[in-house]
């Protein structure tokens, strides 16, 4: 594991000493130890990667903060309130993470069509609104919580929001942080569906963004300058990461995901 450990650091390490080395060391084969931040300044002018990472931080916060409302409200539902046809619906949802995301590209791209929501934050953030991933999660989360709690606090008056905003999400909180990692950073690197329903760059995040902008610099073989794009993108999740390491390994030893 440590040997492949090294193997996948290599191309990070090497986009990192790209990125700080000037624009004739980084193509030369000489080794020198000339290092600058030119090419950190002369990315960040050329493209707007500055309205990049605000529609990022706009539309991954955006959908993570729908989604746990959403999510509490049908987990919640799914646990502990009895309707008809309910674990049938429920197996209907479960099926929803069979499914690709990118089987519905087509059928989400008519439907914002039709909406007038094409090239828009909305338009991106609309189809992950709900997850099927998260709902099952948390209604696993609920299930397990003594049923004494909901009769407790029918007891003392509680209305079934009230618990289950004092009760259920509180005692669920593991949950909710190893939700919003995942959900975090799929979005932060997603790419495939913002590049089909952005056409300006008033709306397109950093992956977007980065794609074009490495495609406009092939030419001229501007690998310092790529490699400084491609660490601006990826050093908050990664700098993320190593700040609450611990943390995100717990929340997931407590949420029972593994991997």
């Known amino acids: 594991m440590l040997a492949l450990g ?7 390490v090497w986009v990192v000493w790209t990125a700080f080395r000037p624009k004739g060391a980084a193509l030369g084969s000489g080794w020198t130890w000339e290092w600058t931040l030119d090419n950190f300044a002369a990315v960040w002018h050329t493209a707007p990667f500055a309205q990049y990472y605000f529609n990022t931080l706009l539309i991954t916060g955006g959908v993570l903060t729908v989604q746990l409302v959403s999510l509490t409200f049908a ?16 197996m209907l949802f479960l099926v929803q993470i069979m499914v690709p ?62 618990a289950l905003r004092q009760i259920y999400v509180p005692l669920s909180r593991p949950v909710y942080v190893s939700f919003a990692i995942v959900s975090v950073s799929y979005h932060w690197n997603n790419f495939l569906w913002p590049l089909i ?15 074009l902008f490495a495609k406009s610099t092939e030419s001229g073989g501007q690998w310092a300058e790529v490699s400084a794009a491609t660490l601006l993108v990826a050093a908050p999740m990664m700098l993320g990461f190593l700040l609450f390491q611990r943390q995100f390994v717990s929340s997931f030893m407590h949420s029972g995901i593994k991997g």
Not at 6 to 12: G, Q, R, S, Y
Not at 102 to 107: E, G, N, P, R, Y
């Open 6 to 12: 090294m193997a996948w650091l290599v191309p990070f």
């Open 75 to 90: 987990a919640y539902a799914f646990a502990r309130v009895r309707f008809f046809g309910r674990d049938t619906l429920f």
């Open 101 to 162: 995301p990118d089987v519905l590209i087509f059928s989400n791209y008519r439907v914002l069509q039709e909406l007038g929501l094409l090239d828009t934050k909305l338009g991106i953030m609309l189809p992950y609104f709900a997850s099927a991933f998260g709902i099952f999660l948390l209604r696993q989360s609920f299930k397990q919580l003594p049923r004494e709690l909901d009769e407790a606090a029918r007891v003392e008056g509680c209305s079934r929001l009230r």
């Open 197 to 211: 329903v952005t056409n300006s760059a008033d709306n397109r995040p950093l992956t977007v963004g980065l794609a």
